[in-house]
């Protein structure tokens, strides 16, 4: 059953809250964490293991089974089939990738704020994402930023759908995310005074 709009603004306000909890202890936007958490576990409403980011499992890391569709190129499907992990189809997408529904194993966390930590430190230390990070650090400039995480710096993509940074971009300026992060900002702050 969907969320219903009391639901969504509820879910809103603890994702803002999480999201500039994040930012002050990391730097890494506010305006990101929420809209990545919105796009990838719509609401809160698909989030397992308290994992709205969709971060896969490390080894000996909780994790979860989890069905998700990924866009992936010939050697990554490749490397994807030769693990052993149950694809259950491949369609053919654009820019030479196809579109892969698998089951893959999802990071499990023990509360959303956990999630939140991962999810910063990945971008801010992991092996090809701490480099943007450092770049973003510099210019500030979101827009840029995802296409760095698009791949657009010659490095691994964060995101394989190929409207990531456009959807992300349009969470970003909606309205009500506007609302409960300007609302979410004095109290979580305020909190750490």
Same mark, same amino acid.
């Given at each position: ?54 971060? =896969?499992?490390?080894? @000996? %890391? /909780? ?12 050697? +990554? $499907? ?71 995480? =698009?791949?657009?710096? @010659? %490095? /691994? ?12 971009? +349009? $969470? ?22």
């Amino acid at each position: 059953m969907p969320l219903t709009p009391e639901q969504r603004n509820a879910n809103l306000a603890r994702i803002a809250a999480a999201a500039v909890a994040t930012e002050l202890a990391t730097g890494v936007p506010a305006e990101l964490c929420t809209a990545q958490c919105i796009l990838e576990s719509a609401w809160l409403e698909k989030a397992p293991g308290n994992n709205p980011f969709g971060i =896969k499992a490390r080894a @000996g %890391q /909780p994790s979860t089974p989890v069905l998700t569709t990924e866009f992936l190129t010939q050697p +990554q $499907l490749d490397r994807v089939r030769a693990s052993g992990k149950e694809i259950r189809s491949v369609e053919p997408s654009t820019g030479g990738k196809q579109k892969v529904m698998m089951v893959d194993q999802f990071a499990a966390f023990p509360t959303l704020a956990d999630a939140f930590t991962a999810y910063a430190n990945l971008l801010v230390k992991g092996k090809y994402f701490a480099p943007r990070f450092a770049r973003y650090q510099q210019h500030k400039n979101l827009p840029q930023l995802l296409a760095d995480m =698009k791949g657009a710096d @010659g %490095q /691994p993509p964060y995101a394989t759908a190929p409207d990531y940074d456009t959807k992300i971009m +349009q $969470l970003v300026n909606q309205n009500n995310v506007k609302t409960a992060l300007a609302a979410a900002r004095p109290k979580v702050a305020g909190a750490g005074s």
